[in-house]
């Protein structure tokens, strides 16, 4: 394979939200994520830096039930992030009584969800 015809990585992940402002709450009060310039593409949203990678929050029309979701986002669509110690994010998000739920596959993960039912995966990776 050459390079012209090999995927590069992953450059960012779109999730859709009801409220830019209540989600940026939660990404940027709660997780700590930093925003970045995002053009004016008609819509509200926000742009949000992941390491060298992206988070970009649409506020558009949801077509999936954000209500009834299983509890444990990792039984669900998600995306995952890493994280270079858990508890830091568990005391964060209990003082803004987000539940989480760990990981049942017994990898060093927690699991929770955004304002609009988006699954969040916070993996603790060695550095």
């Known amino acids: 394979m050459t390079r012209a015809n090999t995927i590069l990585g992953l450059h960012h992940v779109s999730v859709l939200v009801a409220d830019t402002a209540q989600s940026l709450r939660f990404y940027s009060d709660v997780l700590g994520l930093q925003t970045v310039e995002r053009p004016d593409l008609g ?15 649409m506020e558009l029309p949801n077509p999936d039930a954000t209500q009834g979701r299983v509890e444990h986002a990792g039984r669900d669509r998600h995306f995952a992030v890493q994280v270079a110690a858990l508890e830091p994010f568990e005391a ?22 955004d ?10 990776v060695m550095l």
């Open 43 to 57: 819509f509200p949203g926000a742009w949000l830096a992941l390491g060298a990678q992206q988070l970009h929050l």
């Open 115 to 124: 304002p609009d039912g988006n699954g969040v995966e916070l993996m603790e």
């Open 92 to 113: 964060r998000l209990d003082a803004a009584g987000v539940a989480y739920t760990r990981s049942r596959s017994g990898r060093a993960s927690i699991f929770c969800r």
